[in-house]
T-cell receptor, first 113, second 114 residues
Framework: GAGVSQSPSNKVTEKGKDVELRCDPI?????LYWYRQSLGQGLEFLIYFQGNSAPDKSGLPSDRFSAERTGGSVSTLTIQRTQQEDSAVYLC???????????FGPGTRLTVL | AQSVTQPDIHITVSEGASLELRCNYS??????LFWYVQSPGQGLQLLLKYFSGDTLVQGIKGFEAEFKRSQSSFNLRKPSVHWSDAAEYFCAVGAGFGNEKLTFGTGTRLTIIP
């Protein structure tokens, strides 16, 4: 079956612009996660959804970052007023639920000029 | 809070040689442990996982890992590496119920020489 998909695969934006990153999880997966992978920080957890609720937002680095999930499926990560330090690969993962294997998407590479 | 240490940033091995990648974790209770592999330009793929039970776990692509509670380790092994194993390997720990996020190590980049 189809895996986790993310769009766009690459995004180049100017400092100060807003960006939206999309994640389509595997059908039927109730849990969805966002991570960020950057050279200086490695792989960092951002936010976790169970259904449409986000019980853990502890990894969001600032109030410029927000995420939502609708219909227990698609999720959007929004970064407002982007900064150069936001440049990274943003990875989405989904799973059947707690402690299960997380399936990762290919990521969105964000470059902020 | 949980943490993971992968002491080796980069390892080079000859094709056909054995491999061991080190992973140490910090967590107060029994952790959930994972090894993922990331090939260039690709997403993360799960190699194996440990939740409970037998401390030696088998994964895909001929990999195995052993959970050693006394050493807080979960080292990844392969008896004979193939050129296609060249990639970045990440160890991760999850705290389980009520805290489903994964905490990753910084990764070990594996280079295979002919």
């Amino acid at each position: 079956g189809a895996g986790v998909s993310q769009s766009p695969s690459n995004k180049v934006t100017e400092k100060g612009k807003d960006v939206e990153l999309r994640c389509d999880p595997i059908s039927g997966h109730t849990a969805l996660y966002w991570y960020r992978q950057s050279l200086g920080q490695g792989l960092e957890f951002l936010i976790y959804f169970q259904g449409n609720s986000a019980p853990d937002k502890s990894g969001l680095p600032s109030d410029r970052f927000s995420a939502e999930r609708t219909g227990g499926s698609v999720s959007t990560l929004t970064i407002q007023r982007t900064q150069q330090e936001d440049s990274a690969v943003y990875l989405c993962a989904s799973s059947h639920g707690a402690y299960n294997e997380q399936f990762f998407g290919p990521g969105t590479r964000l470059t902020v000029l | 809070a949980q943490s993971v240490t992968q002491p080796d940033i980069h390892i080079t091995v000859s094709e056909g040689a054995s491999l061991e990648l080190r992973c140490n974790y910090s967590y107060g209770a029994t952790p959930y442990l994972f090894w993922y592999v990331q090939s260039p330009g690709q997403g993360l793929q799960l190699l194996l996982k440990y939740f409970s039970g037998d401390t030696l776990v088998q994964g895909i692509k001929g990999f195995e890992a052993e959970f050693k509670r006394s050493q807080s380790s979960f080292n990844l092994r392969k008896p004979s590496v193939h050129w296609s194993d060249a990639a970045e390997y990440f160890c991760a720990v999850g705290a389980g119920f009520g805290n489903e996020k994964l905490t990753f190590g910084t990764g070990t980049r594996l280079t295979i020489i002919p």
